[in-house]
């Protein structure tokens, strides 16, 4: 990778590092390098001594005892669920929905608890590296303008179901608020779209065949919870006679555009059907972990050559949405599941953290690795402290050495949105009084 330049003239930025882990097709883990910047793209990659000949005049940041890495890309999660975090713990995933979590959505959910639950989870996950989130909620507006305030980059899949909710009364009313939301939409280059049929327990097969009538001019992708729980093959298999990755197939909602949450419960014709369309899988080990709900055969996914991303799931179910922590848990909790200790490496949570995910969203051409015409998407993480020493391999410190908070600086696109630790975009006071009385009012309604 030494020398690939893009652009002689001059860099806006150059970044340089101990180490960048580019996550390139070849996993090129460089030392003492930097990563030049115009425009907010990548131009260089190179030898820290010829990035300072080739660029002299250029403003430089320097992390000499720091990781840079892709910024982390959450594949899936619900930020307008964040003020619930902690609300109902311990619970299966069908209890925690049906007797707590759905009727505080119903009691509190609205486009302001929406803006500021969204502004809260962006904080958490610019200060822990995440420069990109997926994300199915309500309200998506309300995400939205709290996007384009603060600079962080979002791939919106609005949720579609076949009840009512705060947000919209029926399938068709869902439908048509995405594809408005969709179409009216200035174009930005950080913000992209997909549907969000939320689950094969709460979308009829009518309603998915609405989806994939309303998404034929769009072709973007779909967004889905599959396989959670071992309830749920039960209760298709009592109802359609199929699991349901098999009637998702029979009606032609998997293709390479569709992303498939948790698979926690997969059999061989499952992964058959998935290596048939290409469809990704996208891996939330602490949230299924907490919720009891399985653990997803990951390295059976990467063996049959199926792209599997990762996301944290919701505050509300996880609680944290810290994508380092998030990394370790992946690979810790496939080696438990397949009695493998090489089964995901610290090298394979990292692609599943970045590029992979970036695969499964359709954003690979410009984000998920260090190279050359990328946006500058960048995490840096700082290994100096001593419970890091000695540094043998920076990436078996970042995923196994608890790093979750020890990321220092972001970048999206090229603007600094964390700088040594303090959010340059979001006024981190303002945000917790908002909260506080967020909790205040929710915690006297349940008493």
């Known amino acids: 990778m030494n020398q690939q330049i893009a652009s002689s003239s001059n860099a806006d930025l150059l970044i340089y590092s101990r180490w960048i882990a580019t996550v390139d097709d070849n996993n090129t883990l460089l030392e003492n390098s930097a990563v030049a910047i115009k425009n907010g793209k990548i131009i260089a990659v190179m030898n820290a001594v010829e990035a300072k000949a080739l660029f002299p005049d250029s403003q430089a940041i320097h992390l000499n005892d720091h990781l840079l890495i892709p910024g ?10 964040t003020l619930l975090r902690g609300y109902a713990d311990d619970l299966p995933l069908q209890t925690w929905l049906g007797e707590h979590i759905w009727p505080a959505e119903h009691a509190f959910v609205s486009p302001d608890f929406v ?7 962006f904080a958490e996950m610019l200060k822990s590296g995440t420069t990109c989130f ?6 998506p507006e309300a995400t939205l303008q709290a996007v384009e305030e603060t600079g962080i980059r979002a791939h919106l899949v609005p949720p579609v179901f076949d009840f009512p909710s705060n947000w919209q009364q029926k399938p068709g009313d869902y439908l048509s608020a995405i594809v408005e939301l969709i179409t009216n939409h200035k174009p930005n280059t950080l913000v992209s779209f997909g549907f969000g049929p939320h689950a094969p327990y709460t979308v009829s097969d009518d309603t998915f065949l609405a989806v994939l009538d309303a998404n034929k001019a769009l072709n973007l992708g779909l967004h889905i919870h599959l396989h959670e729980t071992a309830q749920e093959i039960t209760d298709s298999l009592a109802q359609f006679g199929k699991r349901p990755v098999k009637r998702l197939y029979d009606l032609g909602v998997l293709t390479d555009k569709t992303q498939c949450v948790h698979m926690t419960q997969i059999d061989d014709e499952d992964i058959s059907l998935l290596q048939e369309t290409g469809a990704s899988v996208i891996h939330c080990p602490r949230s299924n972990m907490k919720l009891a709900s399985g653990g ?17 799931d919701s505050a509300a179910s996880n609680n944290a949405l810290n994508m380092i922590s998030e990394m370790t848990q992946a690979a810790m909790l496939a080696k438990i599941v397949s009695a493998k200790a090489d089964a995901v490496s610290a090298v394979q949570a990292l692609r599943m953290a970045t590029i992979n995910s970036a695969k499964a969203l359709g954003l690979a051409s410009n984000i998920g690795s260090i190279e050359i015409g990328k946006d500058a998407d960048l995490c840096a993480v700082d290994l100096s402290d001593l419970h890091h020493q000695p540094v043998y391999s920076p990436l078996s410190a970042l995923i196994y050495g608890e790093t979750q908070h020890k990321v220092s600086d972001v970048w999206v696109a090229g603007q600094q949105l964390l700088e040594s630790g303090k959010l340059t975009q979001i006024n981190e006071q303002s945000l917790r009084t908002d909260v506080n009385q967020w909790r205040d009012k929710i915690s006297k309604s349940s008493r």
Do not use: W
């Not at 982390?72 to 669920?81: K, P």
């Open 115 to 121: 803006k500021t639950s969204s502004q809260l989870a």
């Open 134 to 139: 997926a994300d199915m909620y309500f309200f």
């Open 296 to 312: 997803c055969p990951v390295d059976r996914l990467l063996e049959a050559g199926i792209n599997v991303g990762l996301g944290t």
């Open 72 to 81: 982390l890309i959450n594949a899936h999660g619900h930020t307008g669920m």
